[in-house]
T-cell receptor, first 113, second 112 residues
Framework: AQTIHQWPVAEIKAVGSPLSLGCTIKGKSSPNLYWYWQATGGTLQQLFYSITVGQVESVVQLNLSASRPKDDQFILSTEKLLLSHSGFYLC????????????FGHGTKLSVL | GEKVEQHESTLSVREGDSAVINCTYTDTASSYFPWYKQEAGKSLHFVIDIRSNVDRKQSQRLIVLLDKKAKRFSLHITATQPEDSAIYFCAASLNSNNRIFFGDGTQLVVKP
């Protein structure tokens, strides 16, 4: 069975500090990977997607970057956090096309103070 | 680009009644319409989907209807139970890219 593990579960960070969030997918070869951001009680904004190792496409510019160093790993990062980065970050995996259901990780709650 | 609108921001029903959540989309090329459920403080999980080659799909108490002419799709939850209380998100996607567009979510409250 496929599993998705997201880390950390929660982070409290200072404005201007760096950030690294990650997720690992096990049991699925070459999944499409996605990063979503959800403001508190808000809608989901797709940030990045990746269809293969080393290739990441940006959907919106939020002073964040993403990388896929391994087939089963997706990393979200920034060198300098803003207050507006606070929210809930969700990693998800899907099949070879976007016309398949997504499987979400448990999410990371980020508070920037 | 595609825009998905979810018409009810909140919906309150009595236990045992039916709940209907409506969504519209703008891109006629969208061909896949999933629904996700988010319980308080938790992540999203898939509940049901429909593809553009059908207009109705049922899974137990969940029914999804798709009207391609009106570019509208809806989630019907029959015989609601308190554990159905959650935020429900509709989404739409095209097969030609990796963009998946979500509605703003509907907070469903099922009152005992």
């Amino acid at each position: 069975a496929q599993t998705i593990h997201q880390w950390p579960v929660a982070e409290i960070k200072a404005v201007g500090s760096p950030l690294s969030l990650g997720c690992t997918i096990k049991g699925k070869s070459s999944p499409n990977l996605y990063w979503y951001w959800q403001a508190t009680g808000g809608t989901l904004q797709q940030l990045f997607y990746s269809i293969t190792v080393g290739q990441v496409e940006s959907v919106v510019q939020l002073n964040l970057s993403a990388s896929r160093p391994k087939d089963d790993q997706f990393i979200l990062s920034t060198e300098k956090l803003l207050l507006s980065h606070s929210g809930f970050y969700l990693c998800a995996w899907g099949g070879q096309t976007s016309n398949e259901r997504l499987f979400f990780g448990h999410g990371t709650k980020l508070s920037v103070l | 680009g595609e825009k998905v609108e979810q018409h009810e921001s909140t919906l309150s029903v009595r236990e045992g009644d039916s709940a209907v959540i409506n969504c519209t989309y703008t891109d006629t090329a969208s061909s896949y319409f999933p629904w996700y459920k988010q319980e308080a403080g938790k992540s999203l999980h898939f509940v049901i989907d429909i593809r553009s080659n059908v207009d109705r799909k049922q899974s137990q108490r969940l029914i999804v209807l798709l009207d391609k002419k009106a570019k509208r799709f809806s989630l019907h939850i029959t015989a609601t139970q308190p554990e159905d209380s959650a935020i429900y998100f509709c989404a739409a996607s095209l097969n030609s890219n990796n963009r998946i567009f979500f509605g703003d979510g509907t907070q469903l409250v099922v009152k005992p």
